[in-house]
T-cell receptor
Framework: SQTIHQWPATLVQPVGSPLSLECTVE??????LYWYRQAAGRGLQLLFY??????ISSEVPQNLSASRPQDRQFILSSKKLLLSDSGFYLC?????????????????FGEGSRLTVL | SQQGEEDPQALSIQEGENATMNCSYK?????LQWYRQNSGRGLVHLIL?????REKHSGRLRVTLDTSKKSSSLLITASRAADTASYFC????????????FGPGTSLSVIP
């Protein structure tokens, strides 16, 4: 069965410090990978998504970046955090085969990382 | 991109009542998914409805789909306090390059 791991679960960082959130998926290959951010009481904002190693699409101009160094690893980073980067970050994956077929299109989410920037 | 938009954004009901949430979307779809998010947790898939289906049931959940109006509804019958959560809809991606964009969700509060 497939699982998704996301860490750390919680972190408190000072303004201007770097950030690294990591997400890994097990039990599948060539997944589509997504990073979302959710402000308190709000919906999900798509930040990045990736259809393959080294292929990253950025949805929102910001001081965040994403990388996919391995097939099932997705990393969200920042060199200098802003107060506005605070939020709940969710990683998700969806199935895709070598021909780009998405199956049911269901997204599977990690448990999230809560970031507080002070 | 595939995007759903939920309505209402907040809903408060008494335990035992039914809760209805609506979803609108703009593009043609293959499937539409409903997700649930408990406070401080990730989203969990609830139910999928295919474009050739008009209604689907799963336990206390009933989902309808009207592709001519590009809308869907989620009905939770005999609600329980444990149903308190946010609910999101999302059309399924058709290709690998389709973005999945969520709306604001419906925040459901079930009062014991």
């Amino acid at each position: 069965s497939q699982t998704i791991h996301q860490w750390p679960a919680t972190l408190v960082q000072p303004v201007g410090s770097p950030l690294s959130l990591e997400c890994t998926v097990e039990g599948t290959s060539n997944p589509n990978l997504y990073w979302y951010r959710q402000a308190a009481g709000r919906g999900l904002q798509l930040l990045f998504y990736s259809v393959g190693i080294g292929q990253i699409s950025s949805e929102v101009p910001q001081n965040l970046s994403a990388s996919r160094p391995q097939d099932r690893q997705f990393i969200l980073s920042s060199k200098k955090l802003l107060l506005s980067d605070s939020g709940f970050y969710l990683c998700a994956w969806s199935f895709t085969n070598e021909r780009g077929w998405m199956g049911t299109g269901e997204l599977f989410f990690g448990e999230g990382s809560r970031l507080t920037v002070l | 991109s595939q995007q759903g938009e939920e309505d209402p954004q907040a809903l408060s009901i008494q335990e035992g009542e039914n809760a209805t949430m609506n979803c609108s979307y703009k593009t043609s779809i293959n499937n539409l998914q409903w997700y649930r998010q408990n406070s401080g947790r990730g989203l969990v898939h609830l139910i999928l409805i295919r474009s050739n289906e008009r209604e689907k049931h799963s336990g206390r959940l009933r989902v309808t789909l009207d592709t001519s109006k590009k809308s869907s509804s989620l009905l939770i019958t005999a609600s329980r306090a444990a149903d308190t959560a946010s609910y999101f809809c999302a059309p399924s991606p058709v290709t690998s390059y389709d973005k999945v964009i969520f709306g604001p969700g419906t925040s459901l509060s079930v009062i014991p």
